[in-house]
């Protein structure tokens, strides 16, 4: 086992795994789509053809601006694939994310597809469709770690889409609900839609099986999978579903997150940072001076709502109720999502903080988070933060879809820390440590020393997600035995020897619903 430092605060198909290069067919890399043809490139010595920078729904410019998805434009002749569309627009708010497209821009709305070289139309191999993390407010398909050149050696195909973030994808304001017949927000996940239904539309021309699409996600783009599954818009478009750290099930039913709470807030906001409400005036707008006044201090957060047509009920009710999509469903975390702490933790600071946080169920808290010597308090405290950050909304999405889902579910938790790097802290399981793992990608991050151990895990998540993809079941020759969790409570534990076993958290996340669900105090 690796040190863990608690600081302050299946087999690929034989043809690809000879390792050869894999010439493409005559032509291959000219495809034609529903707007036109367009010629992409090799990658990973020939066995991999890219296709990048595909729009999947017309440049949001102008008077498209805050509204729902149109159609793409068409054209003539063979338009160029061999390139990463821009990024949404969005402020430098993560620094461990880098791009390979040429800069943030409105115009973004493009996906990616990679396949192997030698898939055919009639190929209908299963279609992985990727939806970034950033908190609704950065990230982008052209992120190295998001990189094709891996996962389609397992015989899947794979698309990587952007959409639009923050301010651009989720403002609602009273003009804008006017415009909409009473709804406003929520453009980014109609982007989703619109692009699963390009790739229903177009997947079959590059090998893909438009009835065999696996939509996943890691952070947001696990909330947004999460979020799909309760969207009417999004029903037919996919088969099954992946989250990887996130589940949206408070969704709706938090003030904040409601139409009519977002709209006075969104005008409240143009007046205050734009000088008007009018929307003629801000779509007029330039969109770095949009995208300024929405960074910062003062700023609302823009994410999605309950606006009455995309989502016209709390996600958690859908789910209560058995309205959400009926797919198999593969979902977990990472040990360390809550890690590094921003302060020294003893054992005295974190008695303290159950007594003020939790007062008389400060003894039940501190025996679920124990915290008796200081080195156990520090391991508490990454829990607990971990837990209320990002592992309590996602068990509560597994739960709902295990009550009422009517699908095989697989869970797992990732507790293998990965190495040190440039921009994560070693050694932890951290927040969006999966990624690299389950592209294959882990070359591409910077600094970071990879063991051995840390390469046969990302072959087995690589294996179980796209075995996942073909059939629902991601077990599969040579790998540990992945247990239904929705028939035994069993948990897969990624690590350098991976096993499956009983969940041992659940009365963790219990106390957290029953505390969370205490009647306000007078």
């Known amino acids: 086992m690796r040190p863990v430092l608690l600081c302050s605060l299946g087999i690929a198909f034989a043809v690809f795994a000879l390792g050869s290069p894999v010439p493409a067919r005559a032509d291959s890399l000219t495809v034609k789509t529903g707007q036109g043809k367009i010629h992409g490139k090799l990658i990973n010595q020939g066995k991999v053809r890219a296709f990048l920078g595909l729009p999947y729904a017309a440049a949001p410019l102008g008077y498209l601006r805050w509204k729902a998805p149109e159609p793409p434009a068409k054209w003539k002749g063979k338009r160029e694939a061999t390139s990463y569309g821009a990024r949404c627009m969005q402020a430098d708010v993560y620094p461990d994310m880098v791009f390979q497209d040429s800069g943030p821009s409105e115009d973004c709305l493009y996906l990616n597809v990679f396949t192997p070289s030698d898939a055919g139309k009639k190929s209908k191999l299963p279609v992985m469709f990727w939806i970034h993390g950033g908190g609704y407010a950065g990230g982008s398909a ?57 790739v229903h539309g177009n997947i079959a021309n590059f090998g893909g099986d438009p009835g065999n699409v696996t939509i996943f996600g890691e952070s947001a783009g696990s909330f947004a999978v999460s979020t799909l599954m309760a969207a009417a818009s999004a029903q037919g478009l996919f088969a099954k579903a992946i989250g990887e750290s996130g589940g949206a099930m408070n969704l709706g039913a938090q003030a904040g997150s409601t139409l009519a709470a977002r709209e006075p807030r969104g005008d409240a906001w143009a007046m205050a940072k734009l000088g008007t409400s009018s929307l003629a005036a801000m779509r007029a707008l330039p969109a770095a001076k949009i995208l300024d006044a929405a960074t910062g201090r003062g700023s609302p957060r823009f994410s999605p709502v309950l606006d009455g047509k995309f989502l016209t009920e709390p996600v958690a009710q859908t789910y209560a109720e058995g309205r959400q999509a009926h797919v198999p469903l593969l979902a977990g975390w990472n040990r360390d999502e809550g890690a590094p702490l921003r302060e020294d933790i003893t054992a005295e600071k974190w008695r303290d903080f159950a007594a003020k946080d939790f007062g008389a169920h400060a003894e039940e808290f501190l025996a679920l988070y124990p915290g008796d010597t200081d080195a156990e308090a520090a391991r508490s405290a990454i829990d607990y933060n971990g837990d209320t ?103 897969l534990h990624l690590d350098n020897e991976t096993t499956a076993a009983p969940d041992s958290t659940q009365a963790r996340y219990e106390f957290l619903e029953q505390w969370m669900r205490r009647p306000a105090e007078p």
């Open 142 to 198: 052209s992120e190295p770690r998001h990189n094709g050149d891996f996962l389609p050696l397992k015989g899947v195909v794979l698309v990587t889409i952007n959409y639009r973030l923050g301010v651009f994808g989720f403002l609602a304001t009273s003009e804008l609900a006017k415009e909409g017949g009473g709804s406003a927000g929520n453009y980014g996940l109609m982007d989703m839609v619109a692009a699963l239904q390009w």
């Open 389 to 491: 950050f990002i592992a309590f909304g996602t068990w509560q999405w597994i739960e709902a879809q295990v009550k009422t889902g009517d699908a095989p579910v697989y869970r797992y938790h990732l507790e293998q820390p990965a190495p040190p790097s440039k921009f994560h802290p070693g050694w932890y399981a951290f927040h969006s440590d999966d990624i690299e793992y389950v592209f294959g990608t882990l070359d591409t991050r910077p600094g970071a020393a990879w063991l051995p151990e840390d390469r046969k895990l990302s072959e087995e998540m690589m294996d179980y997600w796209t075995n996942f993809a073909k059939t629902g079941n991601p077990n599969g020759a040579g790998l540990p035995q992945w247990p239904r969790f929705d028939q035994n409570r069993d948990v």
